[in-house]
């Protein structure tokens, strides 16, 4: 294995963030629109723009050059949610930032954001995140959602030919908005091809497709080795899916190979033969435009017949308008930029808080302890039932929930029913928060450990009122950028449960073992009594061992004498 070097995955997040504002531009627009958003007829590269905000009747807003969609923040989300022992924290990652990320979402697809208004229900787990909406159905959400977030697991994989543990990662945050198996195995399948150019230093062609692609077909086995996946979410995706996983991921991959018969590598991939390839495989189609497999199929053939010429991919990609501009942009970008020593060559909003995420994600790779952001305890987290409250007042001044306090860049803008500024979080993000013009006060337990007010008789006079109005000045003094930054969430932030511990039995394994002893109810009990004290999943791991031993001990009862 060759060793992954920093500048690859520094430019990998640079470029990928490049592609998605430059893709953000041109998105679902025609070319009238183009012009209406940055007075030419098409993107030569990343400029300041106005884009309407908050649907049909909401407002034009400015935005600096740049400025990328939900594509870079989600892959932000997924980056903070990997803790510095490089285990992905999936609950953190789909209770807290996805639940946060609704307050500042820029063009975010109808799917992830049901998702999302799902895991605000108490009881929804980023493994049980099943809902049906008139609006959308999880086990039918099979867009690109997942598939764009996914590269920090990839940047921060200390073995880049592990596929199998790349792909429980992967899979894990895939699940906690996706339930079609396209959007899954899309998210896996590009996971898998920017491994194999990390690790190569090469992009993935024809020749490494089809391994990639029969990859997809172990899948299920991935799965069936994870406690969480096999016992609490395949169990409750298959009774709302009405299938089984393993015969639909079949299908998935036979579709994927299919799309990438459809290339003619031999071709030079121009702007007509480009066109004739996403009409071919129905990226200009309602349908199936933002369908995970397809974008991922797009941004492969993009990215490897531009090997030499990275920014001309991205722009065709920008340009090609009615198909998924941003994220085949962004996709792309990712995996040109791992064999890419040179930055992009326009504006990159946020880039040195890219930076930095893409270099915790290399420590992390290279096996070195790194910060863990601090997040809320889960245990106390129960954000507001209305997004617009996601934003909120506190003693330190306007904050957004699971993330910190929130710094006002420029004037509030009033729309229709929300206000909205530009704000900076305290480890460098910009996000353009949508919130009441009266802010109410937010719990100090929705707040990051590293920020909240200290418990003191001074802390109390300094009490939120009922309301405040949007971003006045602070009644005490505000946690500096550098005290509220994520390398100050380490200490907070504990090494996961299941760093340094040898591999305890899996819970099938358990089952068999109290199977062989009879059941003794002694042993039974203690077994679910461990597993509830087993960490940040007992809870779940222990419901999950009582439906495998009543299952066991069911058929134990059943069998013939």
């Given amino acids: 294995m060759s060793a992954m070097q920093w500048e690859a995955v520094r430019a990998s997040a640079q470029w990928a963030a490049y592609g998605d504002a430059l893709g953000f531009i041109t998105e679902l627009t025609d070319t009238a629109g183009v012009r209406r958003r940055i007075g030419h007829d098409e993107v030569t590269t990343t400029v300041p723009w106005k884009r309407r905000i908050g649907g049909r009747y909401g407002r034009d807003m400015p935005l600096p050059a740049g400025a990328y969609s939900d594509d870079t923040q989600l892959r932000l989300a997924t980056s903070r949610a990997i803790r510095g022992d490089g285990e992905f924290d999936a609950e953190a990652f789909a209770k807290i930032e996805v639940v946060a990320w609704q307050a500042y979402a820029l063009g975010a697809g109808r799917g992830t954001k049901a998702a999302a208004t799902g895991l605000m229900r108490v009881e929804a787990k980023w493994s049980q995140n099943i809902f049906a909406t008139k609006a959308a159905r999880y086990v039918d959400i099979g867009g690109n959602g997942a598939a764009m977030r996914i590269q920090p697991h990839v940047w921060s994989a200390r073995d880049l030919t592990n596929w199998d543990h790349i792909t429980r990662d992967v899979v894990r945050n895939a699940v906690s908005t996706h339930g079609h198996p396209r959007g899954i195995l899309g998210a896996v399948l590009h996971a898998v091809l920017l491994a194999h150019t990390l690790d190569a230093n090469e992009l993935p062609g024809p020749k490494q497709w089809r391994p990639a692609i029969d990859w997809l077909e172990q899948v299920p086995d991935v799965i069936a080795r994870d406690d969480e996946l096999a016992y609490l979410w395949l169990p409750t995706w298959t009774e709302a899916a009405g299938t089984d996983f393993r015969s639909a991921a079949l299908t998935v991959a036979d579709e994927c190979r299919t799309a990438f018969e459809a290339v003619d590598s031999a071709t030079p991939l121009t702007p007509e033969t480009y066109t004739a390839l996403v009409e071919r495989l129905g990226g200009f189609d309602d349908a199936t435009r933002g369908s995970g497999t397809v974008t991922t199929v797009l941004a492969a053939v993009l990215a490897y017949a531009y090997a030499s010429s990275p920014e001309a991919a991205l722009l065709l990609a920008a340009n090609t308008l009615g198909s998924d501009t941003d994220t085949i942009a962004t996709m792309a970008g990712a995996l040109l930029g791992a064999v890419t020593a040179a930055p992009p060559p326009g504006a990159v909003q946020d880039a040195d808080a890219i930076d930095s995420e893409a270099r915790r994600m290399w420590d992390i790779s290279r096996g070195r302890e790194t910060a863990t952001f601090a997040y809320p305890d889960l245990l106390r987290w129960s954000p507001p039932k209305a997004t617009l409250d996601l934003v909120g007042h506190t003693p330190n001044g306007p904050a957004l929930a699971g993330l910190g306090t929130l710094t006002p860049v420029g004037t509030p ?35 990051p450990g590293d920020v909240r007010q200290p418990r003191t008789r001074q802390s109390a006079d300094a009490a939120p009122t009922d309301q405040q109005l949007l971003f006045d000045t602070p009644t005490s003094s505000a946690v500096t950028t550098d005290q509220g930054r994520l390398e100050r969430g380490a200490a907070r932030g504990t090494l996961s449960e299941r760093a340094h511990r040898p591999g305890p039995p899996t819970l099938e394994e358990i089952v068999q073992g109290l199977a062989r002893n009879g059941f003794p109810p002694e042993q039974v009990g203690r077994a679910l009594l461990h597993q509830m004290g087993s960490g940040r999943y007992g809870v779940e791991r222990a419901a999950a061992l009582a439906g495998l031993l009543a299952r066991a001990y069911q058929s134990e009862q059943e069998r013939p004498g």
Avoid at 425 to 433: H, K, T
Wanted: zero cysteines; aromatic letters at 8%.
């Fill in 413 to 447: 803008t009033p729309g229709n029913q929300a206000t909205y500024v530009w704000g900076t979080l305290p480890f460098g993000q910009s996000v353009l928060v949508r919130a009441r013009p009266d802010l109410r006060p937010l719990d100090e337990h929705l707040l």
